[in-house]
T-cell receptor
């Protein structure tokens, strides 16, 4: 059974710092990995999707990498801002389009 | 408006009552999903559907029933609600078939359900 772990569970940083969120998964037979953002009381917003054949994807200040063989992904956020405060979730896609989620990292960026 | 919508957004019900949560998407995506989100468990898949009239169980299907008579709608029914089903429920959809790697899953705003 696929298990997805996110470290750290919570992170508090001052504005302007570069930071890394980690995601690991136990079964490397994935189709893609997706990073989401969730604001309190809201739904999930897709940030980046990395296909299983790709190594990284970038969108603005966000960069996500994928090492499928070792079962790891990282989300790098450059020059963090208070507006980046949210919960970040990673999810791996299995056969049947099913997503298996990690528990998330709660990020707080202090101004 | 285009997108994926859920109704109601908030619901309080009593133990033993039947409750139906609605999900509607305007993209004609083939796949639709129901997840529940609980503290300490993250998001877990309840049921999913690959197309109209095709549904399958996810990780936590017990106590739930789904149907999909039309591509755009995927209702979730709690036949006899229990307190353990108090949760936030998210509906999602994607255009890709299971073999495609490049299609994202899009999520609705969620329904917060409280069973008293």
């Amino acid at each position: 059974k696929q298990e997805v772990t996110q470290i750290p569970a919570a992170l508090s940083v001052p504005e302007g710092e570069n930071l890394v969120l980690n995601c690991s998964f136990t079964d490397s037979a994935i189709y893609n990995l997706q990073w989401f953002r969730q604001d309190p009381g809201k739904g999930l917003t897709s940030l980046l999707l990395i296909q299983s054949s790709q190594r990284e994807q970038t969108s603005g200040r966000l960069n996500a990498s994928l090492d499928k063989s070792s079962g790891r992904s990282t989300l790098y956020i450059a020059a963090s801002q208070p507006g980046d405060s949210a919960t970040y979730l990673c999810a791996v896609k299995e056969y049947g389009n099913k997503l298996v989620f990690g528990a998330g990292t709660i990020l707080r960026v202090k101004s | 408006d285009a997108g994926i919508t859920q109704s109601p957004r908030y619901k309080i019900t009593e133990t033993g009552r039947q409750v139906t949560l609605m999900c509607h998407q305007t993209w004609s995506h083939s796949y639709m999903f129901w997840y529940r989100q609980d503290l300490g468990h993250g998001l877990r898949l309840i049921y999913y559907s690959a197309a109209a009239d095709i549904t399958d169980k996810g990780e936590v299907p017990d106590g739930y029933v789904v149907s999909r008579s039309k591509t755009e709608n995927f209702p979730l029914t709690l036949e006899s609600a229990t307190r353990s089903q108090t949760s936030v429920y998210f509906c999602a959809s994607t255009a890709g078939t299971s073999g495609f790697n490049s299609y994202e899953q899009y999520f609705g705003p969620g329904t917060r359900l409280t069973v008293t």
